[in-house]
Nanobody, 116 residues
Framework: QVQLVESGGGLVQPGGSLRLSCTASGTICSLNTMAWYRQAPGKQREWVAGITYGGLTNSADSVKGRFTISRENAKNTVYLQMNSLKSEDTAVYYC??????????WGQGTQVTVSS
């Protein structure tokens, strides 16, 4: 079994920064794409950013230029650096990992609240 554990969420003022981390543990064969999603109250979960094993990245238009996804393969960890945070970034952020055989795992989520 594989577990994903997110950390780094919290309360931050508009314009501030946070860095989220997500580490995979357990029986890991091959971590392929890793991604961050978020879900705001009353809204559907949405994709935020993704990164391949080789480091190719992509992100949603709403966060381009503000959020950066990165990973450390040796540590089975993916990061989301979030800068210039806005109130509309408030959500629970989830980490998703896709492994060999298209097995998908989700973390439990970490709350990010942007408020003055």
């Amino acid at each position: 079994q594989v577990q994903l554990v997110e950390s780094g969420g919290g309360l931050v003022q508009p314009g501030g920064s946070l860095r989220l981390s997500c580490t995979a543990s357990g029986t890991i064969c091959s971590l392929n794409t890793m991604a961050w999603y978020r879900q705001a109250p009353g809204k559907q979960r949405e994709w935020v950013a993704g990164i391949t094993y080789g480091g190719l990245t992509n992100s949603a238009d709403s966060v381009k230029g503000r959020f950066t996804i990165s990973r450390e393969n040796a540590k089975n960890t993916v990061y989301l650096q979030m800068n210039s945070l806005k109130s509309e970034d408030t959500a629970v952020y989830y980490c998703k990992a896709t492994m060999t055989g298209n097995r998908i795992y989700w973390g439990q989520g970490t709350q990010v609240t942007v408020s003055s």
